[in-house]
């Protein structure tokens, strides 16, 4: 298993959804994805590659190359290998593969904004006010507050609104609360913009730190990815994330993370996610041990790439041709 371990934004991402004034609306607890590091990896013997969709993509996401026959699934991949050999020279080398990663992930992110953009510009002016927004997203609770004032759970809407006031502030550089396309792009993926990132930085914080004291502390982050429920001994992979915790994550041993040990925890510097991805493919795929993969190679392995970002979460496998 290599080094890469969550969906790139890949990503990524933080992905909202639309909510309508007329229909009450769902609790958006999506944030940003971080990365857990592969020494998780251990609790994943077999050869499946469910580690990796699930890491990648989520359990639900890790689904959706069933849509396919297995048949059906090395015939698309086949085509979008085609469009990855840039040089067409027949081999698939790192570089390129990074380079196809961070398209279609940039294709994704514009792709995911153009979807909504229509259920928040309610007055069509090609800009997103934040009261559009406000009254797309949390109408039914402002028309309706007497239903929420018992609600605790750090993602209720009371909380989660000057939450995303203060992203969408951070997102509108200029400053007039009217977000335009790239503004807004910045504002559902902050993941993927430099001036975003101490938002990012500061809701990871927020959702993790459960007792409120501006720290994350070593219960606080087991936690965050793991549920002990049955009362039963850890797993292996939780205990390797214990000694991760205290010998890469709390840089200065106080037993406990803040602002500047997360922002090196889920964003190291000198660290290109897709470059650490495609290198994976590579490793895991590569037969011959030469560094680069041919056709063969990629189809030999089809179901690590239909549920890695080469191929955007499989989607690529269900697009035509044509429209990669």
Not at 121 to 137: F, R, V
Not at 205 to 215: A, M, Q, S
């Amino acid at each position: 298993m290599a080094e890469f371990s969550f969906s790139f934004s890949l990503v990524c991402a933080v992905l909202l959804s639309a909510f309508l004034v007329s229909a009450k609306p769902m609790l958006r607890k999506e944030r940003v994805l971080r990365d857990p590091d592969l020494s998780r990896q251990a609790h994943e013997d077999n050869k499946s590659y469910q580690y990796d969709h699930e890491a990648f993509l989520g359990k639900d996401e890790a689904k959706t190359f069933d849509q396919l026959t297995p048949e059906e699934s090395r015939d698309r991949l086949s085509k979008i290998v085609d469009r990855i050999d840039g040089d067409a020279d027949g081999y698939i080398t790192t570089d390129e593969l990074n380079a196809w990663i961070k398209r279609v992930q940039k294709r994704y992110v514009y792709e995911n904004v153009a979807k909504v953009w229509a259920d928040y510009d309610l007055n069509k002016d090609n800009k997103i006010s934040w009261d559009e927004y406000k009254q797309a997203t949390y109408g039914y609770y402002l028309a309706n507050p007497e239903e929420f004032e018992d609600a605790t759970d750090k993602f209720s809407f009371k909380k989660m609104l000057p939450r995303d006031e203060r992203r969408f502030k951070a997102a509108d550089l200029n400053g007039n609360l009217a977000a335009d396309r790239e503004e807004f792009t910045s504002f559902l993926h902050p993941e993927e913009f430099e001036h975003m990132k101490n938002i990012v930085v500061l809701e990871t914080l927020e959702d993790i730190d459960n007792n409120g004291d501006g720290h994350v502390d070593e219960d606080e982050y087991i936690a965050d990815m793991f549920a002990h429920e049955d009362g039963g001994p850890e797993p292996d992979w939780v205990r390797t994330e214990r000694e991760q915790f205290s010998d890469f994550r709390d840089l200065n041993k106080d037993g406990k993370m803040d602002l500047d040990e997360i922002r090196q925890w889920i964003m190291p510097q000198d660290y290109d996610h897709a470059q650490a991805e495609a290198r994976h493919l590579v490793y895991e795929s590569d037969q011959d041990k030469d560094q680069k993969l041919t056709k063969q190679e990629i189809l030999d392995n089809w179901n690590m790439f239909v549920g890695s970002q080469a191929t955007n979460y499989g989607e690529d496998l269900t697009r035509n041709h044509d429209e990669l």
